[in-house]
C-alpha cells in the first residue's frame, strides 16, 4: 500500500517568512495529492490540492508542487500569518472514483509568531 | 447542509467500559470513513464504508472495535472494552463517489482514564 512520509514535523517561522512542507510517497500510481489545514481543535479541511497532470498549482499565499519522477510534492506558503498557525496533512490516493482512499502523512505542526 | 455530524464531542469513560461514538453524513455521500489521531501516529484510518458496506477495516487495531452502519445516514464505531491507550480524538468523514474531497465531523474527544 502507499506510504506517505512528511516533514518536517514542527515549523517554526516568524510572521511575513515563508514556510515549506514536504511529503513523499512510495506508490507511482498515486496520481492526487491534496493538503488538509487543522487548526487547534478543528476539523481537516481541504485547502488545496494537485493532480499528476500538473507540476504546480497556486491559490494566493499558498501553492503546492509534485515531482512525480522523484515522488515528493512540497506545499509552499508565503508571506505567512498568525492565522496560518496549524497542522497540516499531506496525503496522496489514486484519482477518484470508487478507490479513492487517501493516505495521510503524519502532519506539520506549523507555528508563526508575530 | 450542516455537514458531517459527530457526537458525543467528548466523552470520558474509565477502563473495561463499553464506548459507542456516532456519525451522520453529510446526505448523498456515499462513502464514510473512520479515523483516530493521535500525537504519535497522526491520522489512522480505522474502516470505510461505501454504500453502507464496509469496504476495508484493516486499520481497526483489534477485535475491541467494531463498527457498523445500518442505513445511509448513520453509523458507529463501538470499543468494548475501552482501554487507555484508545485515548484519542476520533473523526468520521464522507464523500461522494469520484469527488475529491472528503468533508471531516468536529470528531469525538475519548478519554478512557
Known amino acids: 500500500g502507499e506510504n506517505v512520509e512528511q516533514h518536517p514535523s514542527t515549523l517554526s517561522v516568524q510572521e511575513g517568512d515563508s514556510a515549506v512542507i514536504k511529503c513523499t510517497y512510495s506508490?507511482?500510481?498515486?496520481?492526487?495529492f491534496p493538503w488538509y489545514k487543522q487548526e487547534l481543535g478543528k476539523r481537516p479541511q481541504l485547502i488545496i490540492d494537485i493532480r499528476s497532470n500538473v507540476g504546480e498549482k497556486k491559490d494566493q499565499r499558498i501553492a503546492v508542487t509534485l515531482n512525480k519522477t522523484a515522488k515528493h510534492f512540497s506545499l509552499h506558503i508565503t508571506e505567512t500569518q498568525p492565522e496560518d498557525s496549524a497542522v497540516y496533512f499531506c496525503?496522496?490516493?489514486?484519482?477518484?472514483?470508487?478507490?479513492?482512499?487517501?493516505?495521510f502523512g503524519r502532519g506539520t505542526s506549523l507555528i508563526v509568531h508575530p | 447542509d450542516a455537514g458531517v455530524i459527530q457526537s458525543p464531542r467528548h466523552e470520558v469513560t474509565e477502563m473495561g467500559q463499553e464506548v459507542t461514538l456516532r456519525c451522520k453524513p453529510i446526505?448523498?455521500?456515499?462513502?464514510l470513513f473512520w479515523y483516530r489521531q493521535t500525537m504519535m501516529r497522526g491520522l489512522e484510518l480505522l474502516i470505510y464504508?461505501?454504500?453502507?458496506?464496509?469496504?476495508?477495516d484493516s486499520g481497526m487495531p483489534e477485535d475491541r472495535f467494531s463498527a457498523k452502519m445500518p442505513n445511509a445516514s448513520f453509523s458507529t464505531l463501538k470499543i468494548q472494552p475501552s482501554e487507555p491507550r484508545d485515548s484519542a480524538v476520533y473523526f468520521c468523514?464522507?464523500?461522494?463517489?469520484?469527488?475529491?474531497?472528503?468533508?471531516f465531523g468536529p470528531g469525538t474527544r475519548l478519554t478512557v482514564t
Open positions: 468523514a464522507s464523500r461522494t463517489g469520484g469527488a475529491y474531497e472528503q468533508y
Open positions: 446526505s448523498g455521500h456515499d462513502y
Open positions: 506508490d507511482s500510481a498515486s496520481n492526487y
Open positions: 464504508f461505501n454504500n453502507n458496506v464496509p469496504i476495508d
Open positions: 496525503a496522496a490516493s489514486p484519482i477518484p472514483g470508487g478507490s479513492y482512499i487517501p493516505t
